[in-house]
């Protein structure tokens, strides 16, 4: 039983790039979260989708773009990364009940 | 919106020692109420909820009870262990029917030997 599976775990980029974190649920799940964590800032929502085919803007959503690819996947991409989206990432689904979610491992991402 | 206020980190303590993490929250009616635990390199889990007033959520040895008169949901153990190292958030949902909750800023817990 995987649960909430990111990749990738790790990634370096450069000034300007593009990437895609991915993110998928096994738990047949409606609802999807994309979070950062920072030193001294917790936790922070950036995008999440209350069911397939809906999606809506957290409190931090610019410079990244999301996809909700079925009801399993839900990724983030970064289209031109700067050195402010150094962080690390969390993905995260929720469907028991009000405020109960599930998190994935984390992809932490630097930008130089 | 809802809120939670938890108290700033970290707190160290030595193995065996009384663990209580406050948590003091802001909400319309009586929303459920969490914690989350944090092992390092790790992503959060749910560690214990408690679904209305005067509810104690237990798991792992930790307890919290749901005190609406005092709006607090403070963590507590009785005797710590290494592995507790980590960080606690205290969370809610949002609002009245949320499924998207509000987190603390979390609480570092370091346990020596």
């Known amino acids: 039983n995987a649960g909430v599976t990111q990749t990738p775990k790790f990634q370096v980029l450069k000034t300007g790039q593009s990437m895609t974190l991915q993110c998928a649920q096994d738990?047949?799940?409606?609802?999807m979260y994309w979070y950062r964590q920072d030193p001294g800032m917790g936790l922070r929502l950036i995008y999440y989708s209350a069911s397939e085919g809906t999606t809506d803007k957290g409190e931090v959503p610019n410079g990244y773009n999301v996809s909700r690819l079925n009801k399993r996947e839900f990724s983030l991409r970064l289209e031109s990364a700067a050195p402010s989206q150094t962080s690390v990432y969390f993905c995260?689904?929720?469907?028991?009940?009000?405020?109960?979610?599930?998190f994935g491992e984390g992809s932490r991402l630097t930008v130089l | 919106g809802n809120s939670v206020t938890q108290m700033e980190g970290p707190v160290t303590l030595s193995e065996e020692a009384f663990l209580t993490i406050n948590c003091t929250y802001t909400?319309?009616?009586?929303?459920?109420l969490f914690w989350y635990v944090q092992y390092p390199g790790e992503g959060l889990q749910l560690l214990l909820k408690?679904?209305?007033?005067?509810d104690k959520g237990s798991n792992k040895g930790f307890e919290a009870t749901y005190r609406k008169e005092t709006t607090s949901f403070h963590l507590e153990k009785g005797s710590v262990q290494v592995s507790d190292s980590a960080v606690y958030f205290c969370?809610?949902?949002?609002?009245?029917?949320?499924?998207?909750?509000?987190f603390g800023r979390g609480t570092s817990l370091i346990v020596h030997p």
């Open positions: 738990m047949n799940h409606n609802s």
């Open positions: 995260a689904s929720s469907g028991r009940g009000p405020g109960e979610l599930f």
């Open positions: 408690a679904t209305k007033a005067d």
């Open positions: 909400a319309t009616g009586y929303p459920s």
């Open positions: 969370a809610l949902p949002t609002s009245g029917g949320s499924y998207i909750p509000t």
